[in-house]
């Protein structure tokens, strides 16, 4: 039986339920881990396979592959296929409503999705917009003088991004300010701790590039995950990160430039400046929309009584 966390819980305690046990948390960590690094050793292997068997040059790092393109694409397939297997840990390892991930309603806020997206274009058009001007302003090329790649290879580009890069974001947000905020929310009353460790996580997954970089990591997973705790859901997080990857994505496929090779970890400090304003600002208006809309930041009874009847 699956059982509910109690009424009024807020989002980072929706993990301790009636049947919650110190392992539980631990047991699906470590279930996550080694079921993702599977699956993405054996995409890789199929890819590379079939990439050889098709007489695919060598890429970079010496295997066979179908291209830049395909490389990303396959990437993000990666990661997003770690988005099921949170779901399956959430039912059969925690013992909880699927949906108590996603928000304190038990289900993704779909409206609330939606009010979030023009919000998070704003919010980054403004961030590259700044980084842009700065980086000018410092001297340092931007790269818009640079060859475009054309409209033909543009649009194959863009159309796989937009298939792929919503549900890549997405399993990051389930995996860090999901399963981790509320895997850490279990042991702590207060937020901020499992705030800061999940973003402090969410950056070291991005890997070391530059000390900028890394900070404008930490500081995204800190702000989405305040966010996340104050409306009481992942919608604002996950239309943050969705915009944020597609609109970067896409102007790289626009200039022929997709790669796996970088990440945001990678940022100069042109584009991290112009960043931490323009992600304390997003979280401030997400903020004040919830608040306007009387958006419940923790479990209501109602939702409550309904879920914990249902076997």
């Known amino acids: 039986m699956l059982m509910s966390p109690p009424p009024g ?15 539980r948390p631990v047991l699906g960590t470590l279930f996550l881990v080694v079921a993702a690094l599977v699956m993405m050793i054996g995409l890789v292997g199929v890819s590379s ?31 997003a296929l770690v988005l099921p297997l949170i779901l399956v840990a959430v039912i059969w390892i925690q013992r909880r409503p699927v949906g108590t991930i996603s928000s304190v309603t038990g289900a993704l806020r779909w409206r609330w999705l939606l009010i979030c997206l023009p919000v998070a274009l704003v919010a980054i058009l403004l961030f590259l917009s700044g980084g842009l001007l700065l980086s000018e302003a410092t001297g340092v090329d931007a790269g818009l003088g640079d060859p475009l790649a054309g409209w033909g290879p543009f649009l194959t580009s ?39 460790a999940q973003a402090a996580v969410f950056a070291a997954l991005h890997g070391w590039g530059t000390p900028f970089g890394f900070a404008d990591l930490l500081l995204f997973g800190v702000v989405a995950g305040w966010v996340t705790v104050r409306t009481g859901g992942l919608e604002a997080a996950i239309a943050l990160h969705v915009v944020n990857n597609l609109v970067t ?48 930041s923790a479990t209501p009874i109602a939702s409550y009584d309904l879920v914990a009847g249902a076997r």
């Open 9 to 23: 819980s807020p989002y980072h305690r929706l993990a301790r339920t009636p049947v919650h046990r110190w392992w």
């Open 49 to 79: 396979g079939a990439a050889w068997m098709a007489g695919r040059p060598d890429g970079p790092d010496g295997i066979p592959t179908f291209g830049a393109l395909t490389d990303t694409a396959l990437g993000f397939v990666a990661i």
């Open 158 to 196: 863009a159309a796989v991004l937009v298939l792929v890069v919503p549900f890549q974001a997405a399993a990051e947000e389930y995996l860090c300010r999901g399963w981790l905020l509320q895997g850490l929310g279990v042991w702590f009353r207060g937020p901020w701790l499992p705030i800061v």
């Open 249 to 296: 994505m896409v102007v790289a496929a626009a200039y022929g430039q997709l790669t796996v090779e970088e990440t945001a970890a990678d940022m100069p400090w042109q584009l991290a400046v112009a960043d931490a304003p323009v992600l304390i600002g997003f979280g401030l208006v997400i903020v004040w929309l919830a608040r306007r809309r009387a958006l419940p």
